[in-house]
């Protein structure tokens, strides 16, 4: 079983569009979180939840959008996609913070908008 | 704040080579350091971790050794493989938080 899932794994969409990504980990972690990397492979932190509470919100365009139905899941909606809205996503999931925050990644998914 | 420096890349080594990759760290506390694998197309996993001063981390032949007093915590392996060939992170978790810091990553690629 794979330990942190992610759909799907390559996006290609319009600009102007809205699309979602879906997570979901099934190791019992409480945070999760959503990670952008660019073509760069510059890993920038956008969310953080906490057992479905946000607890990191860094500076993120408000077209994305968090949604935690419960503590497994972690879903990103984007709103009138951009073209710099091309990039990785990568869902994560910890147990906890400090000494116990080792992330565990999913797959990653490509979002290309044209 | 927080944050983790680490070498730029790329970087290209002929196969067994010795591999250092640098990385130093601010941080407030005593924080926990990591070093992260991204191989081609898949996601980050973790390669080796310090929790303390002192200690050394490692796995698969790789090690680092969290030096408090230089802040620095370099990753280091004496034969590089072509297998090795991917994207490092060195990252940082603040003590008892959930804040989670990376560095810019650093490509190698080993050439046979």
């Known amino acids: 079983d794979t330990a942190v899932s992610q759909t799907p794994k390559y996006l290609v969409t319009q600009m102007g569009n809205d699309k979602s990504i879906k997570c979901e980990q099934n190791?019992?972690?409480?945070?999760m979180y959503w990670y952008k990397q660019d073509s760069k492979k510059f890993l920038k932190i956008m969310f953080s939840?906490?057992?479905?509470?946000?607890?990191i919100n860094e500076t993120v365009p408000n077209r994305f959008s968090p949604k935690s139905p419960d503590k497994a899941h972690l879903n990103l909606h984007i709103n009138s996609l951009e073209l710099g809205d091309s990039a990785v996503y990568f869902c994560?999931?910890?147990?906890?913070?400090?000494?116990?925050?080792?992330?565990?990644f999913g797959a990653g998914t490509r979002l290309s908008v044209l | 704040g927080n944050s983790v420096t680490q070498m730029e890349g790329p970087v290209t080594l002929s196969e067994e080579a010795f591999l250092t990759i640098n990385c130093t760290y601010t941080?407030?506390?005593?924080?926990?350091l990591f070093w992260y694998v991204q191989y081609p197309g898949e996601g980050l996993q973790l390669l080796l971790k310090?929790?303390?001063?002192?200690d050394k981390g490692s796995n698969k032949g790789f090690e680092a050794t969290y030096r408090k007093e230089t802040t620095s915590f370099h990753l280091e392996k004496g034969s590089v493989q072509v297998s090795d060939s991917a994207v490092y992170f060195c990252?940082?978790?603040?003590?008892?938080?959930?804040?989670?810091?990376f560095g810019t990553g650093t490509s190698l690629t080993v050439i046979p």
């Open positions: 994560a999931s910890s147990p906890g913070g400090g000494v116990k925050n080792i992330q565990y």
């Open positions: 190791l019992g972690h409480d945070t």
């Open positions: 939840y906490n057992n479905k509470e946000l607890i």
């Open positions: 941080a407030t506390g005593y924080p926990s």
């Open positions: 310090a929790t303390k001063a002192d």
């Open positions: 990252a940082l978790s603040d003590q008892g938080g959930n804040q989670f810091y």
